[in-house]
């Protein structure tokens, strides 16, 4: 059930901070409303849905106008803004219904024309559909309930038999003008109804205030759940914990498909070095239970439950079923190739109907089913793979609802074409480059720590996903605060048997692969060699070099699966080759882990893995505190910021510089085998 999570309290609060001008108000508390609904990924999905209010409002002159509010076209309900929801003169949009027909060029820009502030957001598509009807107050949204009767084939019927005369439904149009004008004409024909169901697309409610606009929509959505509960005898419920042989199925085969997607993607970008996709799996119990169907390869070739899904997830999965899986990877390439030319033969075929003026999109899948290991959404990054995994989730339940229910028929292909290629969806994606580091699964490990964590923001900064190794676990949870949702991370002793392995399994479930280590992770032990300790010796060992080795070799080879190169960097130190007084300990490990880079360089080469690290010297981090700072500057007679400005720019080498170096080296794509100093000057360490 879906709760209603109204709080007058809280609407209370919308309403007071807009101030005192009415329009305000009632805009502000929209936008509560909104944010309600989308919050609730069981109503409203990325993006989807949309909401508004009429107000009126005064021009230049004094004069009231009445306007529609609604919200910008791509942005998220969840976390949207009375300024996201730009203002339209009501009475242009009003005479345009006296048309016969509208382009999309045309509606856009006599939207556009009549925006209170020319420089807000583009209204919705579906603005007309708001305009036509009378009440203050409409909420859309593609709640997962209503999908899966909105694509049943007795549709109408199921409707009548839920709802009684309460709602209407509307045949399936693309958003825009055709919609607005049809929804409108059902609408007048029974103007008491508090609702209208788009066929294969969504549900609006309205009323004259937000409240019960919003009420409306929470009622008939769970009106539908329970009526799909007594037919099923199922609830419809959010995933749970992925059964761990699915997860180890998973962390062996995702590689292996992400490398395959890489190598065709870059085939149809013609870029060699082209980067894999991010992947979200998804493997709880709802996805479990959805293979155990018998109808599952029938039910992947059915379409998605509702248009606006096809731009972030494709009109169909690639499926993998338990045959194919055991076959290897020759089989999964076939199985992807066969998906490329199934979309191309879409496209060519769709295209030639519209007049052959579209340019095909990456063909390659965005969403995968695999048998008995889940679902997985594939993207550009790792916002774009959850998203499709999202996505694709909600399309699983409504389409198994709907199926077991009667049917699930949602639009067919020409309609769908006509979206994924329709230029107003287009725009809802990102038309910008590509962000350098987007598509790269970076792993940090002591990605706690000073360094670690300047060098992981410096790569995400840059569109990496970022995964975080670190020993504590309070130093990585605070650590991975500083990103967002796409990131992750475990705490663990990298210096553990089977440490490396572990971590690089985690990587690989939450973002399929692996692209770039930086293994950085290190800590440093004092004194003089006659007098130390074995014990510390081997314990220094075992940070500063075993680990660097376990963590190297658990990466490579998911390079080798996936077979699209990869990258080792290393934290190594000016200690490798200017040994400092009692640091023995650190530097003979650090001296092992210099000689291992350019061994690895050697022998992982032809496999088109690079190998760099960095020598860094004195900088603040956990292995250089400001306690051990200020005993040093004692020691030499000078304050603390002459001893760290002590090389040969009289500057301090922060760990910001270290992970711009990093970045570097990760940059530059044609070198390998090197080491980057990065220590402001210091003519003794020069390498040479
Ligand atoms: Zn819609």
Partial sequence: MVANRWNDKEANKYRVHAGDDLADQALAVQAYASRLLGADQALVQHGGGNTSCKVTRKDLFGADIPVLHIKGSGHDLALIQPAEMPAVRLQPLLALRTLGGLSDVDMVNTVRCNMLDASGPTPSVEILLHAYLPHAFINHTHATAMLAIADLPNAAEVVQEIFGDKVSVVPFYMPGFDLGKAAAEVYDANPDVEGLLLLNHGHFTFENDAKSAYDLMITHVNMVADWLGNKTGKVLKPSGQADPMMQAKAIEMMPVLRGILGDRRAQFLNMRDAPMPVMDLRAGGNVQEFFERSDVEDLAKRGVATPDHVIRTKNFPLVLNAKTLASGAGAISDAVDAYISDYTDYFTRNNARVGGHKIMLNPVPDVAWVQDVGIIGMGANGAAARIAADLAEQNIAAMSNGEDCGGFYPVGEADLFDMEYWSLEQAK??????????????????????????????????GANIFLVDLEEEALSK?????????????????ADGAADQ?????????GGLDVLVSNAGAAWTGEMIGLDD??????????????????????????????GGQLLYNVSKQ??????????????????????????????????RVNGINADRIRSGLLDDEFI?????????????????NLIRREVEARHVADAFVALALSERTTAHVMTVDGGNIEAALR
């Fill in 429 to 462: 994606l990102s038309s910008h480059k590509p962000a350098r580091f987007a598509g790269h699964v970076v792993m940090v490990t002591g990605g706690g720590g000073a360094i670690g964590l300047a060098t992981a923001q410096a790569f995400a900064a840059l």
């Fill in 479 to 495: 650590a991975l605060n500083t990103f967002g949702p796409d990131h992750d991370g475990i705490a663990l002793d990298i210096t």
């Fill in 503 to 511: 971590a690089v399994a985690a990587c690989i479930a939450r973002f």
């Fill in 535 to 564: 014990a510390l010796l081997r314990k220094s060992f075992e940070l500063n070099f075993f680990a660097h080795q376990t963590f190297s070799k658990a990466s490579a080879q998911v390079f080798e699966t996936q077979s699209r």
């Fill in 576 to 609: 490798a080759v200017n040994p400092g007084k009692g640091f023995g300990a650190y530097g003979l490990p650090k001296a092992a882990t210099f000689f291992l880079l350019r061994q690895l360089a050697l022998e992982l080469g032809p496999m088109g893995v």
């Fill in 630 to 646: 200020k005993e040093r500057a004692k020691a030499r007679g000078i304050d603390e910021g002459t001893y760290m400005a002590g």
